[in-house]
């Protein structure tokens, strides 16, 4: 069973009852499940599991819609929302203290004006949200292992630490790395998103009239892309659907974008392609 201190601003001790309190049975079925967290060698995983085991002590996790939080889907949270930050102070999640998890996807209202000046009111379906000092939001289903890049859990944290600097841009705060010129960040960034973009418009200008760009039949040609199309949308959607890639299937993004991808490997102090690569028997402790 998982069992833990409530509460902002969870101190070491706090922390260490937490971790003392993670099954290892239950930390191994987490590992499992998630294989870019299953690569980690074994100093990786001490270090995860504290992380995971702080932000379980120091933020609310709290079903929506009736749904009832299972220890693994609490500690399956955790560990991945951790990975950002597991080179990383832990501090960069503060300011916040509240995880929602809805069974599946969930409907966020919008307004939107348009370039006429018409006001559009309507609701937008979501597998997860950040708000800025507020909540990070998941669907539950959309967080489950689904043998693709896609991670809603990453995403959002990436969002969170977008948002650290004050702005949701595809910057974060890049404070504690002094190697890491803004200047330079914003000059990668960009690059890297018009390629993308370019890209993009290649992929959909070369599918044929007869297959419906929205349907499943469109994915042979969308996977040709090292991200998922949605990283089009803006920096800060490049940068955080950039982190899911990052974490869970690197190489596509390495390969295409190195410059990006070494960028991001500079920003989270971590190399997962350079860890999925490594012989099995060297991660096993």
Do not use: C
């Not at 307004?111 to 018409?118: A, L, T």
């Not at 297959?211 to 490049?238: C, I, K, M, N, R």
Request: hydrophobic share 45%.
């Amino acid at each position: 069973m998982l069992r833990w201190l409530k509460g902002r601003g969870a101190g070491a001790a706090a922390v260490a009852q937490v971790q003392a309190r993670i099954v290892p049975e239950l930390w191994a079925q987490v590992l499992h499940a998630h294989p870019f967290l299953s690569v980690l060698d074994p100093a990786e995983r001490d270090q995860l599991q504290a992380r995971a085991a702080w932000l379980l002590a120091s933020k609310n996790l709290n079903g929506a819609r009736g749904l009832e939080l299972s220890d693994f889907m609490r500690l399956s949270i955790a560990a991945q929302a951790a990975l950002p930050i597991l080179n990383l102070p832990p501090a960069l999640y503060e300011g916040w203290d509240e995880i929602i998890v809805y069974p599946e996807g969930f409907s966020i209202p919008r307004v939107r004006q348009d370039d006429m000046g018409i006001v559009h009111e309507y609701d937008e379906a979501a597998a997860g949200e950040a708000w800025d000092g507020g909540p990070v939001i998941l669907s539950w289903a959309d967080a489950l292992p689904n043998g693709t890049a896609f991670n809603v859990v990453i995403h959002e944290f990436a969002h969170k630490l977008d948002l650290r600097s004050g702005h949701a841009d595809g910057m974060p705060d890049l404070g504690a790395h002094a190697g890491l010129a803004p200047r330079t960040w914003r000059r990668v960034l960009d690059d890297s998103l018009d390629r993308f973009i370019a890209a993009l418009d290649a992929v959909e200008a070369a599918i044929p009239p007869d297959v419906d760009p929205e349907s499943d039949a469109a994915g042979a040609w969308y996977g040709q892309l090292p991200l998922d199309p949605y990283a089009a949308t803006d920096e800060a959607e490049f940068f955080a659907v950039s982190s899911e890639h990052f974490f869970v299937d690197p190489a596509p993004l390495a390969q295409t974008l190195p410059e990006w991808y070494a960028l991001l490997q500079a920003y989270y102090r971590q190399d997962p392609l350079a860890r999925q690569e490594r012989p099995m028997g060297q991660v096993r402790a």
